[in-house]
C-alpha cells in the first residue's frame, strides 16, 4: 500500500492478524529507534535495513531507497527486497488508476453498498474484457480503439416558429 493508506488502525490489523504487508511510510511517520521516540527524516537510515517500532504497529523492518522510506512486517535479505517487495504491487495500482480514471469508478453516485460492489463489478468486469479483447495493448490504447464505436444518442430540437394571434 502506499503512504497515503498507512495508517495505523490498518497496519495494526495486518501486523495482528500476521498479514504480510510491504508499504512506502511518509516521512514524517514516527518509529521509535534505539527507545527514542523520532520521524523517519530526522533519522539516518540510509544504506541499511532497520528494525524499529512502529507505535501501535509493532516492530518493523525500514530502509531507505533512492529517497522513499520502505517499511515491511518481514526481514528482508537485503536492503533492496523492501523495495522489491514494494514494487511487485504496481500492477495492481495500475488496474485500479486506469479503473478510476477511466472507467469512471470515483464518479459512483451510488448510497447503497449493493449498488456500490455492482458498480466496482462492473467496472472490472469491462477491465477484463478490455484485456481479453486486446491482449497486446494496454488497457488505455484499448479504451481509444474501441471509444469511437460507443453507440452515442443525440436529439436535435426543430426550431418552429409560432405566429401569435390574439
Known sequence: MDSFYS????LNYLQRNRIFFSIRLPKSRNILLNGILTSLKSTQIGG??????LPAVG??????????YYCANRCPEYQKQLYEWYAERWCVETV??????????????AFKA????NHIGYCFLTFGLLQA???SLNPYKA?????????KKT??????????TA
Open 133 to 135: 479483447t486486446f491482449p
Open 59 to 68: 516492530k518493523v523492518w525500514i530502509t531507505k531507497y533512492k529517497g522513499k
Open 143 to 151: 479504451k481509444r480503439i474501441i471509444e469511437p464505436k460507443y453507440i
Open 7 to 10: 495508517a495505523k488502525k490498518l
Open 114 to 117: 449493493q449498488q456500490h460492489f
Open 155 to 164: 436529439v436535435t430540437l426543430k426550431q418552429e416558429y409560432f405566429t401569435g
Open 96 to 109: 485500479f488508476r486506469f479503473i478510476k480514471s477511466e472507467l469512471k469508478m470515483q464518479d459512483c453516485q
Open 48 to 53: 541499511k535495513v532497520v528494525n524499529v517500532w
